[in-house]
């Protein structure tokens, strides 16, 4: 068998597990591929860029040759990895070579959901995932006045900010009632609305997209409510999905994600997985801070030390300047209600317990300075 570490992908929790197991060994030999160029970038830094006065080029912090000299790594760039074979602890790559390793570690993301709409236009509908999806994002931006996204949860939200704030005059179309419908309350929600259209950006809430028609070199979205939107992009950002298909295939156990226990560990003993693509005890959180914790634990694993990840309360901050927001969600189904203060500076929403626990918050504008305070008396994700 092999007895090199493979980490499939180069995203934020392919390059911490190789920074984390770089630190505790040495000697481990490691190989990173990746289906791109496995340059090293923060994704969350895609969807504030251009107020930030950053391009896709200087996002990328280190290419992939100064990433391999740094963590003293193999990576293979450009690189698709096809298939697993468990029983010969082996990958298969799309030129047909075949890899054996002795520990393997799926760190290959979620794609970004793409619904089907009907019209000449749908296949015009952009996403944005990663830094080669931002780049035919700004080129296709050049020289347009108009963007319709459709999408009003965070990484909608963000981009809806930065556009506006840039000079673009935005629509956000959701078929919830509010923005963050996931993430705040009805009073919260109408408190981002109101600080977005400030600086520009329209909604389109409790509104189904029916279908994208291309007319001329514009888009023109219809609702189901009949109106019509005209834009000269349209961009998409209504979810995740994690990348199962290569699991399910090689016979590895998967629900939303791939499943792995507490120690990140999958149903094969010599397999796992972490980040977007991964369903860590139930729970799949495509946030950066869950990567951070689950790299450490997995490298230590991966050095000889099992050890669990655990993750402690995990706050989010919404990158809308004009309108600072930090939530940390309940968990789904958890019992018990918001509890709103709220007045022109901002809003202060506890999800508390029937009896007064602190289960999750959201702070927008001037209460997003009692983060600390708050997130001291949340309980763990995951003990
Ligand atoms: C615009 C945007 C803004 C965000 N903002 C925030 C934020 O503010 N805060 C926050 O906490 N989170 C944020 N997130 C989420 C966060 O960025 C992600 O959770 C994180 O980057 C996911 O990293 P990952 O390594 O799991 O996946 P990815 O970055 O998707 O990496 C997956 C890697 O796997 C490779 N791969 C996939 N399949 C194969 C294959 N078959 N063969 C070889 N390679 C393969 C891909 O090429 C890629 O290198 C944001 C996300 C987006 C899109």
């Given at each position: 068998m ?7 992908g180069s995203?934020l ?9 770089r630190?505790?060994?040495?000697d ?7 289906a ?7 994704k969350?830094?895609l969807?504030?860029a ?7 080029e ?12 740094q963590l ?9 990895v096809?298939g697993?074979d468990?029983a ?9 070579e ?15 959901v793409?619904?089907p ?6 296949d ?10 931002y780049?035919?994002?700004?080129d ?11 999408g ?8 809806a ?8 005059q935005?629509d956000?179309?959701d ?26 950006v329209?909604?389109h ?15 023109c979205?219809?609702?189901a409510s ?14 995740l ?12 156990s998967v ?6 226990d507490q ?9 796992y997985?972490l980040g977007?693509c991964a ?25 000889g030390?099992?050890?669990?990840v655990?993750y ?18 309940p ?5 018990g ?11 202060k ?22 983060k600390?305070?708050l997130?001291?008396?949340l309980?763990s994700?995951?003990?």
């Open positions: 092999g007895h090199s570490v493979i980490i499939i995203g929790a392919g390059y911490a597990v190789a920074r984390e197991l630190r505790l060994t040495v481990q030999p490691v190989i990173l591929l990746s791109d160029h496995a340059g090293f970038y923060s969350p830094m969807s504030n251009l107020t930030t006065g950053k391009t896709p200087s996002i990328i912090n280190s290419d992939a040759e100064k990433m391999a000299a003293n790594i193999t990576i293979r760039s450009n690189t698709h096809t697993i468990k010969n602890r082996s990958i298969l790559l799309a030129n047909q075949q890899l054996l390793y002795s520990k393997l570690v799926l760190a290959i993301g979620a794609d970004q793409r619904l709409f009907q019209g000449s236009g749908a015009k509908i952009l996403t944005v995932n990663d830094v080669d999806d780049r035919h994002f700004r296709v931006l050049i020289d347009k006045k108009k963007v319709a996204i459709i009003a949860g965070l990484i909608g939200c963000e981009f900010n930065d556009l506006a704030s840039a000079g673009y935005v956000v179309i078929i919830a009632a509010q923005p963050l419908g996931r993430l705040l309350p009805p009073e919260a929600g109408a408190y981002l609305k109101k600080k977005l259209e400030a600086v520009g329209v909604f809430l409790d509104a189904k997209t029916q279908c994208v028609e291309q007319t001329d070199d514009r888009l979205l219809v609702l009949g109106e019509k939107i005209t834009a000269d992009i349209v961009l998409s950002s209504v979810g999905t994690p990348r199962i298909k290569m699991a399910q295939e090689a016979g590895l629900n939303r994600g791939i499943v792995v120690m990140l560990q999958s149903s094969d003993e010599y397999i997985a977007d369903e860590v005890c139930g729970k799949v959180l495509p946030f950066v801070m869950p990567i951070t914790h689950a790299a450490r634990a997995l490298a230590a694993t991966l050095a030390n099992p050890t669990a655990k402690p309360a995990m706050p989010v901050l919404v990158k809308t300047p004009a309108c600072p927001t930090i939530v940390s969600p968990e789904a189904g958890s019992a209600k918001w509890q709103v203060e709220q007045d022109e500076d901002g809003v929403a506890l999800f508390l317990d029937d009896s007064g626990g602190l289960l999750g918050f959201a702070l927008l504008g001037k209460a997003t300075q009692e600390n305070d997130v001291a008396k309980p994700v995951l003990d």
